[in-house]
């Protein structure tokens, strides 16, 4: 049931936090594609966006140039609009050449809700992390019923009210609803996986914290890095804490893979999922980095006397939120309390209604 809770994963802080924009170089303004006409970004990669019917409006994608055919990350959503754009853009944009390979960096349905569309028209290859195809086969294919006792449970010991645990509740199966079928048979990508891709070599750079083991790509020798939902410019990629696993630390894993950035070229060219390409990554990986580092502070100043989960929420998310909003948060809320948790800054009982309290130690 990953997708009541990740499906919009990319709905990202933007839409119920601060948007945190870091002061980098986008290297084309204020310029971007129109959704059916590619830009050419660099030589031999092509800058693709599709709107999206959602709050976070627009996903970049790349096509990289392989020679007698293309090698394309990520898809876009499952839904008509993104079908039609491809329509025109694989009938009159990619020069008679074929997709032949395609690498999801992760298994949100924005990157890959078209996987299997496009795989039916083209006969491309999926390439994936294992943990990623998994999520996202798991995700089409779950039978969870909404009112999920342990879902519910999760939500309540974070502080959610009745109205907020109700509209949970009447969530269906949102991540099938924004794929199309995902492929049955994939490729996996891994810690040997260099991809060669015409000419270029891209080596994987694995991440966990948003989802369980997204792939960046990085071409050391033009000093271009494709950061999928890891780097974006502008708003933070989600870092959240999920019912199914209550006690994660997925703030750990983020921080950690912004720690292993050290190798990448200062003025490497950006080629993020959302927003514009930048230059000027160190900037941003300590704007991401400081910006946790605040969130850990606002989360230990609320739990000075005992505080719910909502409490904190309330704290790092000022504005009003909706339902939909409001899973996204309690989510980033609990990935703070809890690496605070595991870090033993802070304590946590039940209150005499089932609530967790956190204490600061
Ligand atoms: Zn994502």
Redesign the pocket.
């Known amino acids: 049931m990953w997708h009541r809770t990740t499906a919009l ?2 709905a990202e802080s933007a839409h119920y936090g601060p948007a945190m924009e870091s002061n980098v170089d986008y290297v084309m303004g204020e310029r971007v594609p129109e959704p059916a006409t590619p830009i050419e970004i660099a030589p031999g990669i092509l800058w693709i966006r599709l709107p999206m019917p959602i709050a976070l409006d627009h996903i970049n994608l790349y096509l990289l140039d392989d020679g007698d055919a293309w090698v394309l990350i990520d898809t876009g959503l499952g839904d008509p609009v993104s079908i039609g754009t491809w329509e025109t853009l694989l009938e009159t944009k990619l020069q008679g050449r074929p997709i032949r390979r395609i690498i999801g960096t ?1 298994f ?1 349905p924005d ?1 890959v809700g078209l996987a299997g569309w496009l795989q039916n028209k083209t006969g491309a290859e999926l390439w994936m992390t294992q943990l990623e195809w998994l999520s996202a086969r798991q995700a089409y294919l779950d039978v969870e019923d909404a009112s999920s006792a342990q879902m519910q449970r999760f939500y309540h010991r974070a502080g959610l009210n009745e109205t907020e645990l109700r509209a949970y509740r009447e969530m269906g199966n949102d991540y099938r609803s924004m794929v199309t079928p995902i492929p049955a048979v994939y490729k996996r990508v891994t810690e040997a996986t260099v991809f060669e891709i015409g000419g270029r070599k891209w080596e994987p750079i694995f991440g966990s914290g ?2 369980p083991d997204h792939i960046s790509l990085y071409c050391a020798e033009d000093r271009v890095l494709l950061g999928g ?1 890891m780097l974006l410019p502008r708003i933070t ?1 989600i870092i959240a804490v999920w019912w199914q696993e209550p006690e994660g630390d997925p703030l750990a894993g983020y921080l950690d893979f912004l720690g292993t950035l050290g190798h990448i070229a200062e003025d490497v060219l950006v080629l993020p999922a959302h927003n514009r390409p930048y230059r000027e990554l160190r900037t941003r990986v300590k704007d991401l980095a400081d910006h946790h580092v605040e969130r850990l502070d606002i989360t230990l100043d609320t739990c000075a006397a005992p505080a719910t989960g909502r409490d904190v929420m309330k704290a790092l998310f000022t504005r009003e939120l909706d339902a939909f909003q409001t899973r996204f948060a309690i989510g980033e809320t609990v990935a703070h309390i809890n690496n605070l948790l595991h870090k033993g800054a802070l304590t946590r009982d039940l209150d005499e209604e089932g609530r967790h309290r956190y204490h600061r130690v």
């Open positions: 994963c990319n992760h949100h990157h948003h989802s939902d990629p």
